[in-house]
């Protein structure tokens, strides 16, 4: 008996809209794929911070993403708020250097006494 044409037809008797109706479910399957391989990515990356937040629990994709989501904003706050702090340290230190430049340029111009002009900068230094 020769073999039956009827389930298998050769690509180039498919018209395009076919082709796609075939390919479409593939295309589908390797997106979820993708989506399920990023989200459980993102679980075992934060896997400490969703034991903290809801421990023993099995997670949903959906409590993952809002999870992460979470995560993430509470840890650009975070830097926001160091870099603020570190600006203003350096503002803090860059008026103080500026402020001691001002004292010694002040002390070099009057007669002051040796002795005061020397425990001053001391002083300033510390």
């Known amino acids: 008996m020769a073999p039956s044409t009827v389930f298998m037809e050769p690509d180039n008797l498919l018209t395009p809209k076919e ?9 589908e ?15 075992l990356l934060l896997e400490k911070e969703f034991q903290r937040h809801q421990p023993n629990s099995k997670l949903e994709k959906a409590d993952i993403l809002e999870m992460t989501v979470s995560y993430l904003k509470q840890q650009s706050q975070l830097q926001l708020k160091r870099s603020f702090h570190k600006s203003s340290q350096f503002d803090f230190r860059e008026g103080y250097s500026r402020c001691l ?3 010694f340029h002040f002390l070099s111009l009057h007669k002051v006494r040796t002795e005061t002009q020397t425990k001053l900068l001391s002083h300033f230094q510390k």
């Open 19 to 27: 082709k796609n109706k075939l390919r479409k479910p593939v295309v």
């Open 29 to 43: 399957k390797m997106r979820r794929d993708r989506i399920n391989s990023s989200i459980e990515q993102l679980k």
């Open 101 to 103: 430049q001002e004292a």
